[in-house]
């Protein structure tokens, strides 16, 4: 480690010597690193952030190529009366149809079909219970009818009341896919009508998506809307506007947190400093080495994600603190009479020396991060680890650089002291340790008291603004449609598997009852009942029947369900061919093949995540003719892949980003006893937090669980930097605190700034990442500066007695074997 630090001071020293050498370097870097970054884009979809290996991901793939999209644009008019609602409908759907990229228009649903075929639904014992129910009535009305019939006990009339069949046969395919309400997706109420839209392609493609949008939004506006009523308006929801909608308030969300990060950066380092000249000191080499870091993002990777693109803010934050380190201490050397150039070297040998350590222990944090399967954590751990490297690398070649200029120009900071002003904190800590410690250490505890309660999210809604316009909407058109628009896909390889899965899936919601997470299973299978000839064989007995009952007898109520019961016995058997196209295309393959496809309809808030998980083990659960998986597809799959893996990886990850910063710091200060106390406060501060959001409200989820091995990886270099100049010879607690007090609260609050930006989001998720480190950092900035030091000068304070006994003791007792005095006792 010596040797690293004279080289850092060496390096340092050169840079500082040809300044003009290396700002050019820097600046041709920064220049092709920044042509590079130009190139990247944003991408915010979450399977995009699975392992290819993973089977949602792989189901999703084989989806997208032989099914198409999953979801709907959905266009919403809405202001007119029920009949100008429909006229719209009608109006929109064959125009839609027309343009490229929609597969296919829906505008009604299929009821009357269904409706007046849904005897055939029914089981033959089913359908001879109905014929045995009409007889009994039948006879029994008879008898009534004859005047010579004197019952012999008051028997009730037999019930014509069918709602047990209707029940049992309620969640069918053909009867939720028709619908019980108007034959339009319409709501006279709220005076809305839907027209639903299918385009070819998934959502996840943002291009095709803002295409396809912008397409239909221009159809719309070319719409003479006044002829469907004053008022009358037209909106856009489905899960294409909702991936665009969500896409652009990330985008607006990196911009904003990204601004206010660095005017928030700027003005602590005005407060700091007093002095413009050491801001931008200290800001040249960070923006040098983001221009680099974001050019090797451009070469890696080619984008960044949900987490990824925020990473300017964070690395911001965290470079930014070793320049206030690194700068605070050569303006201490200048003040003390030191050139320029030896204030530099040794500033970047010591001061530097501890900066590298702290800078290598977070990026090994992060880079542990990285093995996560979880790109978005993956990426986020390669990136940041990468990017500490490179800014220290940065402030090494920037900022000795800078430093020389500035010299050589004459210019000398006006506030620089001789001696750096004590810390009214430092007295009162030496003062007063053991009570802090006590009050400290009563306030952890009933911190850590509270670990047990803390509790993970598993609500997918709670991480996505469901106040955008667009996911408010969609709800609504959940509500007309009557079940969710985004099924999970079973690909099957034929017309048996197919009829088997979808058998077997509606045999296990049934077995499962009201603890099935599924709502009804469509196939075109399921939508052809089978035995149909032998069913209407029964229909027309129970039509012979019908013909016989006396209607005058009947209320208007049962008048009415037997003319139905007329209708509907008369329904002829029925094949694929005979459905309505508009059923038949959602079970359509992109080339035109119908059949393969069952589609499962959950009962859950797809937003849930533990009833999504449940939802993905009841689906994977059943087995497939021939055994195998089952091959399911949908954004409810990935959700449940994603929760899995978190939960799993995140116990691993925190273990392994604790032991690699251990070794690390073993390894790099040059003892266990030091890197233990070094890290001592980090992990301290961590278990306070954790216990300490339950009491704030804070929960984890699967985005803000990554803060914790951050949190150790950017936390830790407080404690290096503080115990390594205590460790120095001769060092007096309340300067070294002091001096280095002053640049740890520094750096901590600008690495609190540069995710604490992420507080200023309106995506609930990353404001959930923003909240929890802020917190963390807070949390150990009193841990670092208040519990810590007091406890070190309480230890160190009993050490000096038990050194001063020992002595003591040694004196007395060569004084009685050598029958010296203390007078003439070595001290």
């Not at 429909?86 to 343009?99: C, H, N, T, V």
């Not at 003040?335 to 222990?361: K, M, P």
């Not at 650089?401 to 006006?414: D, F, K, S």
């Not at 089978?530 to 019908?546: E, F, G, N, T």
Request: hydrophobic share 45%; charged share 20%.
């Amino acid at each position: 480690m010596q040797r690293v630090e004279r080289g850092l001071g060496a390096l340092a020293a050169r840079s500082h010597r040809r300044p003009v050498l290396a700002l050019g370097l820097a600046v041709l870097l920064a220049a092709v690193g920044g042509v590079l970054s130009l190139k990247l884009r944003l991408n915010a979809n979450l399977v995009d952030l699975l392992p290819r290996s993973f089977e949602s991901v792989q189901d999703l793939g084989e989806l997208e190529s032989r099914f198409g999209a999953l979801g709907w644009v959905a266009v919403v008019g809405e202001g007119g009366d029920a009949a100008s609602l429909r006229r719209f409908a009608d109006d929109l759907a064959p125009q839609l149809e027309k343009l490229p990229g929609i597969r296919f228009v829906e505008k009604e649903r299929t009821g009357a079909f269904f409706r007046d075929r849904a005897l055939y639904f029914l089981s033959e014992e089913d359908l001879r219970e109905v014929h045995r129910r009409l007889e009994a009535r039948l006879t029994w009305e008879r008898q009534r009818a004859n005047p010579l019939y004197v019952p012999l006990v008051d028997e009730p009339e037999p019930s014509l009341d069918f709602s047990d069949l209707e029940a049992k046969y309620g969640g069918a395919a053909g009867q939720k896919l028709s619908g019980a309400k108007d034959d339009y997706y319409l709501d006279a109420k709220a005076r809305r009508v839907v027209v639903l839209a299918k385009p070819e392609t998934t959502s996840a493609d943002l291009g095709y998506s803002r295409r396809i949008v912008d397409e239909v939004r221009a159809l719309v506006d070319a719409q003479d809307l006044s002829r469907y009523g004053p008022g009358f308006r037209v909106d856009i929801t489905g899960t294409f506007q909702k991936k665009l909608d969500q896409q652009q308030q990330i985008v607006r969300d990196i911009a904003v947190s990204s601004a206010v990060a660095t005017a928030l950066m700027l003005l602590y380092l005005l407060f700091h400093f007093r002095s413009p000249v050491a801001v931008g000191l200290v800001l040249t080499p960070v923006g040098a080495g983001l221009a680099w870091t974001y050019g090797l993002v451009a070469l890696l990777y080619g984008q960044v994600n949900l987490l990824t693109g925020f990473l300017g803010a964070i690395l911001g934050g965290l470079g930014v603190e070793h320049g206030i380190h690194l700068l605070g201490r050569y303006l201490q050397l200048r003040a003390q009479g030191e050139d320029s150039e030896r204030a530099t070297r040794e500033s970047f040998t010591h001061t530097g020396g501890a900066a590298l350590v702290s800078a290598l222990v977070a990026a090994l944090t992060f880079f542990v991060l990285g093995t996560s399967r979880f790109r978005a954590f993956r990426e986020f751990g390669v990136i940041a680890g990468i990017g500490m490297l490179v800014l220290v690398a940065a402030y090494v070649l920037v900022l000795p650089a800078l430093l020389g200029l500035t010299a050589r120009l004459g210019w000398r900071p006006r506030h620089a002291r001789v001696a750096p002003r004590e810390s009214s904190m430092g007295r009162v800590l030496v003062r007063h340790r053991g009570v802090i410690t006590a009050i400290a250490a009563v306030v952890l505890v009933g911190l850590f008291s509270q670990v047990p309660r803390v509790r993970f999210d598993y609500n997918f809604g709670t991480l996505e603004d469901q106040d955008l316009p667009s996911f408010v909407l969609d709800r609504q058109v959940n509500d007309i449609i009557g079940y969710s628009q985004t099924p999970v896909v079973v690909l099957t390889r034929d017309a048996r598997e197919e009829h088997a899965m979808a058998s077997a899936l509606a045999q296990r919601q049934r077995e499962r009852g009201k603890d099935s997470t599924i709502d009804f299973v469509a196939s075109l299978s399921s939508l052809v009942p089978q035995d149909q000839p032998r069913k209407q064989a029964v229909l027309r007995d129970i039509h012979a029947l019908l013909e016989n009952v006396p209607e005058e007898r009947l209320s208007a109520e049962q008048r009415a369900q037997v003319a139905e019961l007329r209708r509907q016995t008369q329904a002829q058997p029925f094949t694929l061919a005979d459905l309505p196209a508009s059923v038949r295309q959602q079970f359509t393959g992109r080339e035109g093949t119908a059949g393969g496809f069952v589609l499962v309809y959950p009962a859950v808030n797809q937003s849930d995540g533990q009833a999504v998980r449940a939802l993905a083990r009841e689906i994977r659960g059943v087995t497939p003719p021939g055994g195998g998986r089952v091959s399911a597809a949908g954004e409810s799959m990935v959700m449940a892949d994603i929760l899995d893996m978190v939960t799993h990886e995140a116990p691993l990850i925190l273990g392994g980003a604790t032991l690699a910063v251990l070794l690390a710091m073993w390894m790099t200060l040059g003892g266990l006893r030091m890197a233990v106390l070094c890290l001592l406060p980090t992990v301290v501060s961590l278990l306070a937090l954790i216990g300490l959001m339950p009491v704030v409200g804070l929960e984890f989820n699967y985005l803000n669980i990554l803060i914790i091995p951050v949190l150790i990886g950017t936390t830790v270099d407080a404690g290096v930097h503080l115990l390594t100049r205590l460790a120095s010879p001769g060092s007096d607690f309340v300067a070294v605190y002091s001096e280095t007090g002053r640049a740890i609260a520094g750096g901590l609050l600008t690495s609190a700034m540069g995710f604490g930006a992420l507080f200023l989001a309106r995506h609930p998720g990353l404001n959930s990442v923003g909240a929890l480190a802020s917190l963390g950092f807070a949390t150990n900035l009193l841990v670092m500066l208040v519990a810590f030091p007091a406890l070190l000068l309480v230890l160190t304070a009993r050490g000096h007695r038990k050194r001063r006994a020992r002595l003591d003791s040694e004196v007395k007792e060569r004084a009685a074997a050598g029958g010296t005095g203390p007078e003439h006792a070595t001290p």
